[in-house]
């Protein structure tokens, strides 16, 4: 009964490789969210789309694409990896509306060799 | 643009004993949220309380209050009769309450809390 899951949970990879992150949630929300958090545990808006659209790309690299095939589904590509890209991503999904909480997946941690 | 700061990196209560984190933001916006997270090692982000700009009474939820000072632009959380489970780092965030479609938050710094037995 998982509501926001992220594949993998765990990501180790060499520079310059591509690779890309799942998320699905359960929940009915029309609006699906990419954040970064990085050594510091800084957490920050990368990406938001609803209804399959984008809505906020937050001056993210162009080597990030996010993919949004349908509303329960957003996934983040991410091509020629680089060192500084290690950080964990989060991944949220809420209702439509100001009013609505933000539900968290359980992040995947991307560690770049 | 909107910031959020915590100008505590590391807290330390007692179990049992009360504690309370700041959070200051800026914004010139009046209609906004506010929200504490909680991130424990386990790393899920945890929504722990939320406040709504508009309301005046300050939100509750069990242990856990805030102290909402709208004119201060302050927002701290107080955790009474701490428990080894709130061990965790803490996160304030903002959120602004119209304008379009632009829910993303803004986080602070995060405070981690530690608990002693």
């Known amino acids: 009964d998982t509501a926001v899951s992220q594949t993998p949970k765990y990501l180790v990879t060499q520079m310059g490789n591509d690779k890309s992150i799942k998320c699905e949630q359960n929940?009915?929300?029309?609006?699906m969210y990419w954040y970064k958090q990085d050594s510091k545990k800084f957490l920050k808006i990368m990406f938001s789309?609803?209804?399959?659209?984008?809505?906020i790309n937050e001056t993210v690299p162009n080597r990030f694409s996010p993919k949004s095939p349908d509303k329960a589904h957003l996934n983040l590509h991410i091509n020629s990896l680089e060192l500084g890209d290690s950080a964990v991503y989060f991944c949220?999904?809420?209702?439509?509306?100001?009013?609505?909480?933000?539900?968290f997946g359980p992040g995947t941690r991307l560690t770049v060799l | 643009a909107q910031t959020v700061t915590q100008s505590q990196p590391e807290m330390s209560v007692q179990e049992a004993e009360t504690v309370t984190l700041s959070c200051t933001y800026d914004?010139?916006?009046?209609?906004?949220?506010l929200f504490w997270y909680k991130q424990p090692p386990s790393r899920q982000m945890i929504l722990v309380i939320r406040?709504?700009?508009?309301?005046?009474q300050n939100a509750t939820e069990n242990r856990f209050s805030v102290n909402f000072q709208k004119a201060a632009k302050s927002f701290s959380l107080k955790i009474s009769d701490s428990q080894l489970g709130d061990a965790a780092m803490y996160f304030c965030?903002?959120?602004?309450?119209?304008?379009?479609?632009?829910?993303?938050?803004?986080f602070g710094k995060g405070t981690l809390l530690t608990v002693n037995p």
């Open positions: 949220a999904s809420s209702h439509t509306g100001v009013r609505n909480e933000q539900f």
């Open positions: 929940l009915g929300h029309d609006t």
């Open positions: 789309y609803n209804n399959k659209e984008l809505i």
């Open positions: 914004t010139s916006e009046s209609d906004y949220y």
């Open positions: 406040q709504e700009a508009y309301k005046q």
């Open positions: 965030a903002y959120k602004l309450g119209s304008g379009g479609s632009n829910y993303k938050l803004t």
